[in-house]
């Protein structure tokens, strides 16, 4: 059965303090590894995909890398804003399929 | 970028009735839209897939008569939930692929909150 498992649930940061978000999957075949930001109240919000093992994208304060296990969401010198909910998911191998959510890692950053 | 739009973005009803909450590709044409169900603090539930034309496939546990999805349109998914009690208070998200979306990221709505009373 495909999977996303998110680590921490919640993860409280002083702001400037660096630190990185787990997202370990098993799925039958990977499309594609996604990153989103969710804010209160709000739908997701695209951040990141990465397709293979080795590949990396930045954007801002934010890194994301994959292995064939498991990808790390790194956030370097967080701001109060960076604060909210980032989402992993998976798509699988297969045309048509829907995005699989990991329950997300809860980011506060406080000045 | 992709956008989708979602309405409303709340609603208030009372237990028995049935509420209608739309989905809408504003720049590009979704051959399939997802339905989503979040609970507090809770990850985003797959409720039901459905492309343009055809019957939505809905995921186990998901009642097919209770939650009618309607893709009438490259543009337009609905979701009615009928008949709706307290327990189908939840936050419903949708999301849309496009025909040339195969490796792209899929775009989400803004959500709809819904409150039976």
């Known amino acids: 059965e495909d999977q996303v498992t998110q680590s921490p649930e919640a993860l409280r940061l002083q702001e400037g303090e660096s630190s990185s978000l787990n997202c370990s999957y098993t799925v039958s075949g990977l499309r594609g590894l996604f990153w989103y930001r969710q804010d209160p109240g709000k739908g997701p919000e695209f951040l990141f995909t990465?397709?293979?093992a080795g590949e990396e994208k930045e954007k801002e304060r934010l890194k994301a890398t994959l292995t064939k296990k498991e990808s790390f969401l790194h956030i370097t010198a967080p701001k109060p804003e960076d604060s909210a909910t980032y989402l992993c998911a998976v798509l699988a191998n297969q045309a048509g399929t829907a995005l699989i959510f990991g329950k997300g890692t809860t980011l506060s950053v406080s000045s | 970028g992709a956008v989708v739009s979602q309405h409303p973005s709340w609603v208030i009803c009372k237990s028995g009735t049935s509420v209608k909450i739309e989905c809408r590709s504003l720049?590009?044409?979704?051959?399939?839209m997802f339905w989503y169900r979040q609970f507090p603090k809770q990850s985003l539930m797959l409720m039901a897939t459905s492309n343009e034309g055809s019957k939505a496939t809905y995921e186990q546990g998901v009642e097919k008569d209770k939650f009618l999805i309607n893709h009438a349109s490259l543009t337009l998914s609905t979701l009615t939930v009928t008949s709706a009690h307290p327990e189908d208070s939840s936050f419903y998200i949708c999301?849309?692929?496009?025909?040339?979306?195969?490796?792209?990221?899929?775009?989400f709505g803004n959500g709809t909150r819904l409150t039976v009373t």
């Open positions: 999301s849309a692929s496009g025909q040339s979306s195969y490796n792209s990221p899929l775009h």
């Open positions: 720049d590009f044409q979704a051959t399939t």
């Open positions: 990465l397709y293979s």
